[in-house]
C-alpha cells in the first residue's frame, strides 16, 4: 500500500489565504488599530515642528552651486528650486520621526504633511540649532521603535494565534533587536546609497539630456536589493531571532520564493499606498479625515498581519524543503 502522506509536497504560502487570515486576525482583536490612530491623531493636533529656518539658507546656497553648470538656465533653476524647497520645508514636522522605519507604528499624516486642521491653523516651533534637531529626531525616532516595537509584538501574536503571555522580557528583546536591525540597514543604505546618488549626480550634471533614466534605474536597482530584506523585521518577532539571523532568513526565504513573494509584497504596495489615496480625499482641514484615519489603521494592520502569516507559512513551507533535501544529498553523499 503506498504512503501518500510522504507523496504530498509542501506548498508555499498563497497570496490571497494570507490576506484573509491576516484580516481576520485584526478584525478579531480590532483593538491593534489604536497605535496608528493614535499616531495619527497626535500629528494631526500637535505642534508643527520644523527646521525650515535652519536648512532654507543651506539649500539655497546648494542650489546656486549646483545651477552654475546649467549655463543661462540657472535663475529658472534656482527659483523653481527654492520655491519647491519652501513648500517641502513648510510641511516638514520633525515629529515624523516617530514613524520609525523599517519598525514603527504605521501613519498616514506623514504623508499629508498638514499645517492645519479642523480647528486651526497648527502651533508651529522652529527648531533653533542642527544640534537642536539632530537629538529630537534621534529621541524621536527611538521611541517610536519602542511604540512600534510593542506594535508589531501585539500584530505578531494575533497573527501567530499564540496563547502565550506577554513578557517584558521578549519586549525589551525586540526592541533592542530593532535598534540594531535599524542601524544595520542605514549603514547598508550609506555604504550603498551615497556612491550610487554620487553617480546619479554625475550623470544628471554630465549628461542632462537622460531625464529621469538615471531616476528609473535607481530605483529598479534599490527595489532588487531591498527585495530579499522584506522580512527582516518579521523574524525578531515571530521566531525571537537576532537581527542578522533575522536578514539571513529573509534573503533566503524571498529568494526559494521569488515570485510568490514578490506578488505579495507588490500587492501590500498597492493596497497600502493606494488605500491611502483614498483615505487622504477629504484634506487635513476636514473632519472627515478622521474616517481615513480608522480606515487606514485597519487596512494597515491587517497588512501588516498578513506579512506576518505569509511569512509564518513561508518558514513552514522552507523547513519542509530543506528536510526533503537533506535525504536525498545523504544518499547522494553514500
Given at each position: 500500500?503506498?504512503?501518500?502522506d510522504?507523496?504530498?509536497?509542501?506548498?508555499?504560502?498563497?497570496?490571497?489565504?494570507?490576506?484573509?487570515?491576516?484580516?481576520?486576525?485584526?478584525?478579531?482583536?480590532?483593538?491593534?488599530?489604536?497605535?496608528?490612530i493614535?499616531i495619527?491623531?497626535?500629528?494631526?493636533?500637535?505642534?508643527?515642528?520644523?527646521?525650515?529656518?535652519l536648512?532654507?539658507?543651506?539649500?539655497?546656497?546648494?542650489?546656486?552651486i549646483s545651477?552654475?553648470?546649467?549655463?543661462q538656465?540657472?535663475?529658472?533653476?534656482?527659483?523653481?528650486?527654492n520655491e519647491l524647497?519652501?513648500?517641502?520645508l513648510?510641511g516638514?514636522?520633525l515629529?515624523f520621526?516617530?514613524?520609525?522605519y523599517?519598525?514603527?507604528?504605521?501613519?498616514?499624516?506623514?504623508?499629508?504633511?498638514?499645517?492645519?486642521?479642523?480647528?486651526?491653523?497648527?502651533?508651529?516651533i522652529?527648531?533653533?540649532?542642527?544640534?537642536s534637531?539632530?537629538?529630537?529626531?534621534?529621541?524621536?525616532?527611538?521611541?517610536?521603535?519602542?511604540?512600534?516595537?510593542?506594535y508589531?509584538?501585539?500584530?505578531?501574536?494575533?497573527?501567530?494565534?499564540?496563547?502565550?503571555?506577554?513578557?517584558?522580557?521578549?519586549?525589551?528583546?525586540s526592541?533592542?533587536?530593532?535598534?540594531?536591525?535599524s542601524?544595520?540597514?542605514?549603514?547598508?543604505?550609506?555604504?550603498?546609497?551615497?556612491?550610487?546618488?554620487?553617480?546619479?549626480?554625475?550623470l544628471?550634471?554630465?549628461?542632462?539630456?537622460?531625464?529621469?533614466?538615471?531616476?528609473?534605474?535607481?530605483?529598479?536597482a534599490?527595489?532588487?536589493?531591498?527585495?530579499?530584506?522584506?522580512?527582516?523585521?518579521?523574524?525578531?518577532?515571530?521566531?525571537?531571532?537576532?537581527?542578522?539571523?533575522?536578514?539571513v532568513?529573509?534573503?533566503?526565504l524571498v529568494?526559494?520564493?521569488?515570485t510568490?513573494s514578490?506578488m505579495?509584497?507588490?500587492?501590500?504596495?498597492?493596497?497600502?499606498?493606494g488605500l491611502?489615496?483614498?483615505?487622504?480625499?477629504?484634506?487635513?482641514d476636514?473632519?472627515?479625515?478622521l474616517v481615513?484615519?480608522?480606515?487606514?489603521?485597519?487596512?494597515?494592520?491587517?497588512?501588516?498581519?498578513?506579512?506576518?502569516?505569509?511569512y509564518?507559512?513561508?518558514?513552514?513551507?522552507?523547513?519542509?524543503?530543506?528536510?526533503?533535501?537533506?535525504?536525498?544529498v545523504?544518499?547522494?553523499e553514500?
Amino acid at each position: 500500500m503506498l504512503n501518500t502522506d510522504s507523496q504530498v509536497k509542501p506548498k508555499p504560502p498563497r497570496l490571497i489565504p494570507s490576506l484573509v487570515e491576516g484580516f481576520n486576525a485584526v478584525a478579531g482583536q480590532i483593538h491593534l488599530i489604536i497605535f496608528p490612530i493614535a499616531i495619527d491623531l497626535f500629528l494631526w493636533f500637535g505642534p508643527l515642528v520644523r527646521v525650515k529656518d535652519l536648512l532654507m539658507p543651506v539649500m539655497a546656497r546648494a542650489v546656486e552651486i549646483s545651477s552654475e553648470a546649467y549655463g543661462q538656465q540657472g535663475l529658472e533653476i534656482i527659483k523653481s528650486s527654492n520655491e519647491l524647497w519652501a513648500e517641502l520645508l513648510d510641511g516638514f514636522n520633525l515629529l515624523f520621526g516617530l514613524r520609525s522605519y523599517p519598525i514603527g507604528v504605521p501613519s498616514l499624516m506623514v504623508s499629508q504633511g498638514a499645517q492645519e486642521n479642523p480647528l486651526g491653523a497648527l502651533r508651529i516651533i522652529e527648531v533653533a540649532s542642527f544640534n537642536s534637531a539632530l537629538y529630537l529626531v534621534l529621541g524621536l525616532s527611538a521611541v517610536g521603535i519602542v511604540f512600534g516595537s510593542l506594535y508589531f509584538i501585539l500584530v505578531a501574536r494575533a497573527a501567530g494565534k499564540t496563547s502565550d503571555p506577554f513578557s517584558m522580557h521578549s519586549l525589551f528583546h525586540s526592541v533592542g533587536q530593532s535598534l540594531l536591525l535599524s542601524l544595520i540597514l542605514l549603514m547598508m543604505a550609506i555604504v550603498l546609497g551615497f556612491p550610487a546618488m554620487c553617480l546619479m549626480s554625475s550623470l544628471i550634471l554630465m549628461l542632462p539630456g537622460l531625464g529621469t533614466l538615471p531616476y528609473m534605474i535607481f530605483s529598479l536597482a534599490f527595489v532588487w536589493l531591498a527585495l530579499p530584506m522584506a522580512f527582516s523585521p518579521h523574524g525578531i518577532f515571530h521566531g525571537g531571532m537576532n537581527a542578522s539571523r533575522s536578514i539571513v532568513t529573509s534573503f533566503k526565504l524571498v529568494r526559494s520564493m521569488m515570485t510568490g513573494s514578490g506578488m505579495f509584497l507588490i500587492m501590500v504596495i498597492l493596497l497600502g499606498y493606494g488605500l491611502d489615496m483614498l483615505w487622504s480625499t477629504p484634506g487635513v482641514d476636514s473632519w472627515m479625515l478622521l474616517v481615513g484615519i480608522f480606515g487606514h489603521g485597519f487596512i494597515s494592520c491587517g497588512l501588516l498581519a498578513s506579512s506576518f502569516v505569509f511569512y509564518r507559512e513561508g518558514l513552514k513551507w522552507f523547513s519542509e524543503v530543506i528536510k526533503d533535501k537533506q535525504p536525498a544529498v545523504k544518499k547522494a553523499e553514500f
